[in-house]
């Protein structure tokens, strides 16, 4: 298991992966990161740059607004239910937004709004796996890991409509 930083725009990017692709993308405040770090080095992950070349590469190119779509390997765990979540969460395009129940729908059981939510907020490779672009019914934001500013900038950032 590996992990690097990646200094965006935004804040600064912890980044996981092992030899099948990248397992985690968060977005930590700098007063975190070196907890962050301690952590990651207590599980045996290993610094190791090199091997996230390609995914700094790409939200390089994201947060300078030339890429829409990500192209890299994901080696999320979870449950088949998440797995099924976050697959559909990478249909809903940059500068769109989708509702927990679209969310629901588009996974073929409609009366799983909830598991759906519990889902979307486990998701562990934000920004690449847009959990972000899913908002309330009301077209008003709802719960992001990273914070709602973040995720409203986020938004913005892609051009997508939603309700402050």
């Known amino acids: 298991m590996y992990y690097t930083y990646y200094k965006s725009p935004l804040g600064d990017i912890a980044l996981t992966a092992n030899e099948q692709g990248l397992t985690a993308l968060t977005f930590i405040s700098s007063k975190k990161t070196e907890d962050y770090k301690a952590l990651l080095i207590s599980k045996n992950y290993q610094n190791n740059p090199e091997k996230f070349t390609q995914v700094c590469q790409q939200l390089t190119e994201y947060f300078s ?3 829409k779509e990500f192209d890299l390997p994901l080696a999320a765990t979870g449950t088949p239910f998440q ?6 969460l990478c249909a809903i395009k ?7 129940a679209w969310l629901a729908k588009k996974i073929n059981n409609e009366k799983a709004v909830r598991a759906v939510g519990s889902a979307n907020g486990a998701n562990p490779i934000a920004l690449i ?5 899913v908002i309330g ?5 709802t719960g992001y890991a990273g914070g709602l ?4 900038k986020l938004l913005m950032h892609e051009g997508a409509l939603f309700k402050p």
């Open 137 to 141: 019914s009301n077209g008003k934001l």
């Open 129 to 133: 796996v847009p959990c972000h672009r």
């Open 149 to 152: 500013a973040l995720k409203a």
């Open 83 to 88: 797995q099924k979540v976050w697959q559909a």
């Open 94 to 100: 940059q500068g769109e937004t989708k509702t927990y």
């Open 65 to 67: 607004g030339e890429r």
